[in-house]
């Protein structure tokens, strides 16, 4: 399908691609913090995740720090052929690796500051 | 596309560089491919069903070679840039040379033409203010200025093969980057001229 943007519209695209501040930047080692300096995860919430993929069903936990959810590290554990085991041990996984076996830890929905427009 | 088509396709870009946009029938291309024209109609119903599909390879061609703009932010980004035009310019030469051709006979490709000249000048132009917020372009230009000298390149781009083809010259992918680079030679700063020397003119030396 071809799309046709006017002149005006196309010099404004030009004009966003021009900004610096969108350009791709080096990333820093600070940024690899996250992995090496791992005691954030004593206080985040585990959140248990079962993905279909290729006939399987993968487990997936998610660490997502309580205050700060953008800080998370997703990690496949183990998959199963059922669905129904895969809940089963996603739901375990999640309790044997949540600090708060009650599961009070929680990621609040606000924290992650979406924009709803 | 089938192999078929892809082969008439080639052929008939072929014949449309060699002889010309008007002067090739759908009997120079079935002579070209060695098949009859019954059977190159039952590929393509006509003359125009060819050129139409031509200029939609041409056009993704072209999208490419436009996608490319600040693939890097500094002056290389323009040399690789019309580096490519170049090698546009060398594989379709009847893309620019039978301009009114094109025109008189088949006005929407022209308008398709035109939509691609148009962001070709676009894309030089705010080129031209991006390297004159880096301090690459003297800052005194003005925006007039900066599309006059933008739409001088493109003109260089439409035209230059035409120019070579009267003086009967072939000429190389340097000149071409060259009769585009000195247009901006007089409004380059130091810096400009330093960045210039050391990422363009040097790698030219190498080639």
Redesign the interface.
């Known amino acids: 399908m071809k799309v046709y943007v006017d002149r005006r519209c196309y010099e404004k695209l030009m004009d966003f691609m021009n900004i610096q501040a969108l350009l791709d930047l080096k990333g820093d080692f600070v940024d690899l913090d996250l992995f090496y300096s791992d005691e954030w995860l004593l206080d985040s919430a585990v959140i248990d995740n079962v993905v279909e993929r290729n006939g399987n069903w993968d487990v997936f936990l998610v660490f997502a720090h309580v205050t700060d959810p953008m800080k998370l590290i997703k990690r496949k554990i183990t998959r199963f052929t059922s669905i129904k085991k895969a809940e089963l041990a996603a739901n375990y996984m999640r309790r044997l690796a949540a600090k708060d076996q009650r599961g009070t830890l929680k990621v609040r929905n606000a924290a992650f500051l979406n924009c709803n427009n | 596309m089938s192999q078929t088509k892809d082969r008439i396709i080639k052929a008939a870009i072929n014949l449309f560089n060699d002889q010309g946009f008007v002067n090739v029938r759908l009997q120079n291309i079935a002579d070209n491919l060695k098949i009859s024209v019954g059977n190159l109609a039952y590929h393509f119903k006509n003359k125009e069903a060819i050129v139409s599909t031509a200029y939609d390879k041409i056009g993704e061609e072209l999208s490419a070679i436009l996608s490319t703009?600040?693939a890097s932010?500094d002056l290389r980004d323009l040399d690789h840039q019309l580096g490519l035009y170049y090698k546009f310019i060398e594989k379709y030469p009847f893309y620019f040379t039978d301009t009114l051709e094109v025109k008189r006979n088949h006005p929407h490709l022209h308008e398709e033409r035109k939509?691609f000249i148009?962001?070709m000048k676009?894309?030089f132009e705010?080129r031209l203010?991006?390297n004159k917020?880096r301090r690459i372009i003297n800052e005194g230009i003005t925006s007039g200025q900066l599309s006059q000298v933008a739409s001088n390149m493109c003109t260089i781009v439409i035209f230059w093969y035409s120019g070579q083809a009267i003086q009967n010259e072939t000429g190389k992918a340097a000149n071409f980057k060259n009769s585009i680079w000195i247009q901006l030679f007089p409004f380059l700063t130091k810096r400009g001229l330093e960045e210039y020397h050391m990422l363009i003119a040097s790698n030219d030396m190498i080639e």
Do not use: A, M, T, V
Request: charged share 50%; hydrophobic share 10%.
């Open positions: 703009y600040r932010p939509d148009r962001k676009i894309q705010k203010e991006y917020s």
